[in-house]
Nanobody
Framework: QVQLVESGGGSVQAGGSLRLSCAAS?????MAWFRQAPGKKREGVVS???????TYTDAVKGRFTVSKDNAKNTLYLRMDTLKPEDTAMYYC????????????????WGQGTQVTVSS
């Protein structure tokens, strides 16, 4: 069982930046960030595999950057040039498999951290 704890959310004006963190209780091959806005389906933001191969959803390409510190079992999401449409609850997720796509099923989820972007 892997536990995931997110932090770093908050409120920011459009154009601003935030960095989210996700601390995992152990190493796991595939990690990802998802988000869910009120009244909308959850969507994948970015996944990162054991080999640091990444897949971003088109809406955040060029603005968001994922990274991980394997020594600390921590995943990060740097979000720049934030837009009001980025407002959502952001969730960290993980799966113990080499295949690491946003469309895959994820076994472990964090509790979420809220990001609010005002215009």
């Amino acid at each position: 069982q892997v536990q995931l704890v997110e932090s770093g959310g908050g409120s920011v004006q459009a154009g601003g930046s935030l960095r989210l963190s996700c601390a995992a209780s152990g190493f796991i091959d595939c990690m990802a960030w998802f988000r869910q806005a009120p009244g909308k389906k959850r969507e994948g933001v970015v996944s990162i595999g054991y080999d640091s191969n990444t897949t971003y959803t088109d809406a955040v390409k060029g603005r968001f950057t994922v990274s991980k510190d394997n020594a600390k079992n921590t995943l990060y999401l740097r979000m720049d040039t934030l837009k009001p449409e980025d407002t959502a609850m952001y969730y960290c997720a993980a799966r113990p498999y080499l295949l690491c796509r946003l469309s895959d099923s994820y076994n472990y989820w964090g509790q979420g951290t809220q990001v609010t972007v005002s215009s």
